[in-house]
Antibody, heavy 119, light 106 residues
Framework: EVLLLESGGGLVQPGGSLRLSCAAS????????ISWARQAPGKGLEWVSV????????YYADSVKGRFTISRDNAKNTLYLQMDSLRAEDTALYYC????????????WGQGTLVTVSS | IVLTQSPATLSLSPGERATLSCRAS??????LAWYQQKPGQAPRLLIY???NRATGIPARFSGSGSGTDFTLTISSLEAEDFAVYYC?????????FGGGTKVEIK
C-alpha cells in the first residue's frame, strides 16, 4: 500500500522558515518524481514544486521560486520542502503527491500538513 | 497555462448526469487530469491523459476532449459523488489547476 505522510507544519512568523517532510512507503521511492502542492483555507489547489526521482531536476511555481527548496533523501524514502522568507499568503495545507510521470498527474496524495504564517 | 472550469457550482439530484467543463488558455494535447476532493480529504485522481480512468475509479466517470476543451462526465450521480472537482494540466511547467467545480445536491 502506497503511503505518504507529511510532517513539520506549524505556526511561523512572517519572514520565518520551516522545513516540511514527507515520508513515503509502499513503492520504489527513487523511481518516481514527487511534488508538493498546497491549498489555502477554503481555496483551490496550487502546485508548488516537483523533484525528479534521482533528485537532479526540480521545478517551482513562480510564487515560491527563490524562497522554497525541494529535496529528497532516497536512502530514507523522504521528501523535503525548505520554506524560507515565509509570507501570510503561504498559509495553506501542504500535500506531497506521487506523480505517474514527472509532470503528473498525481495518483497518491498524503493527508497534508498545515502551515500558518502569522504574527 | 490558465485553466477555467465551469460552472463554478452544479446543483443536481442523485441519478442525474453531470457535465463539467475545463478550458485551457493554450493547447494541452491530451495532458489533462481530473480530481475529486471531499471536505477534509486529499484530492483523488479520477481521470488522466484526458480520458483514462485511474485505478479503481467507477465506470460512471468518463473524460473527453483534447487541445483546449475538456469534459468530465458523471453518467448517473451517486450520493458519494457530491464533491469538488478540479482539472489539472500536465503539459507544461508550472503545473496548474483549475478553480474547481462544486457538485452539490439539489
Amino acid at each position: 500500500e502506497v503511503l505518504l505522510l507529511e510532517s513539520g507544519g506549524g505556526l511561523v512568523q512572517p519572514g520565518g522558515s520551516l522545513r516540511l517532510s514527507c515520508a513515503a512507503s509502499g513503492f520504489t521511492f527513487s523511481t518516481y518524481a514527487i511534488s508538493w502542492a498546497r491549498q489555502a483555507p477554503g481555496k483551490g489547489l496550487e502546485w508548488v514544486s516537483v523533484i525528479s526521482g534521482s533528485g537532479s531536476n526540480t521545478y517551482y511555481a513562480d510564487s515560491v521560486k527563490g524562497r522554497f527548496t525541494i529535496s529528497r533523501d532516497n536512502a530514507k524514502n523522504t521528501l523535503y520542502l525548505q520554506m524560507d522568507s515565509l509570507r501570510a499568503e503561504d498559509t495553506a495545507l501542504y500535500y506531497c503527491a506521487k506523480g505517474i510521470r514527472a509532470s503528473g498527474p498525481f495518483d497518491y496524495w498524503g493527508q497534508g500538513t498545515l502551515v500558518t504564517v502569522s504574527s | 497555462i490558465v485553466l477555467t472550469q465551469s460552472p463554478a457550482t452544479l446543483s443536481l439530484s442523485p441519478g442525474e448526469r453531470a457535465t463539467l467543463s475545463c478550458r485551457a488558455s493554450q493547447s494541452l494535447n491530451s495532458y489533462l487530469a481530473w480530481y475529486q476532493q471531499k471536505p477534509g480529504q486529499a484530492p483523488r485522481l479520477l481521470i488522466y491523459d484526458a480520458s483514462n480512468r485511474a485505478t479503481g475509479i467507477p465506470a460512471r466517470f468518463s473524460g473527453s476532449g483534447s487541445g483546449t476543451d475538456f469534459t468530465l462526465t458523471i453518467s448517473s450521480l451517486e450520493a458519494e459523488d457530491f464533491a469538488v472537482y478540479y482539472c489539472q494540466q500536465c503539459y507544461n511547467w508550472p503545473l496548474t489547476f483549475g478553480g474547481g467545480t462544486k457538485v452539490e445536491i439539489k
